[in-house]
Nanobody
Framework: QVQLVESGGGLVQAGGSLRLSCAASGSIFSINAMGWYRQAPGKQRELVAGITSGGNTNYADSVKGRFTISRDNAENTVYLQMNSLKPEDTAVYYC??????????????WGQGTLVTVSS
């Protein structure tokens, strides 16, 4: 089994910053891609940012220039640095990983979610 544990959410004023972390553990041979999604109340879950094992990144247009995704492959951890936060960034943020297991299988794994609230 593979688990993702997120941390770093909380309440911040508009214009502030937060850093989310997500650590993967379990029967991991390699992690092919990691990403952050978010879901605001009444809305569908959307991709915020993704990063491949080689370090290629992609971002939602709404966060480009404000958010930065990075990963530590040795620690199986992905980060999301969020700057210049806006009230519309308020959502539950979920970590996602595409994992090759030690048994040679592939898993898509989700974290439990961490709430980010941006006050105006």
């Amino acid at each position: 089994q593979v688990q993702l544990v997120e941390s770093g959410g909380g309440l911040v004023q508009a214009g502030g910053s937060l850093r989310l972390s997500c650590a993967a553990s379990g029967s991991i041979f390699s992690i092919n891609a990691m990403g952050w999604y978010r879901q605001a109340p009444g809305k569908q879950r959307e991709l915020v940012a993704g990063i491949t094992s080689g370090g290629n990144t992609n971002y939602a247009d709404s966060v480009k220039g404000r958010f930065t995704i990075s990963r530590d492959n040795a620690e199986n951890t992905v980060y999301l640095q969020m700057n210049s936060l806006k009230p519309e960034d308020t959502a539950v943020y979920y970590c996602n990983a595409i994992v090759t297991t030690t048994r040679g299988g592939y898993l898509e794994v989700w974290g439990q979610g961490t709430l980010v609230t941006v006050s105006s």
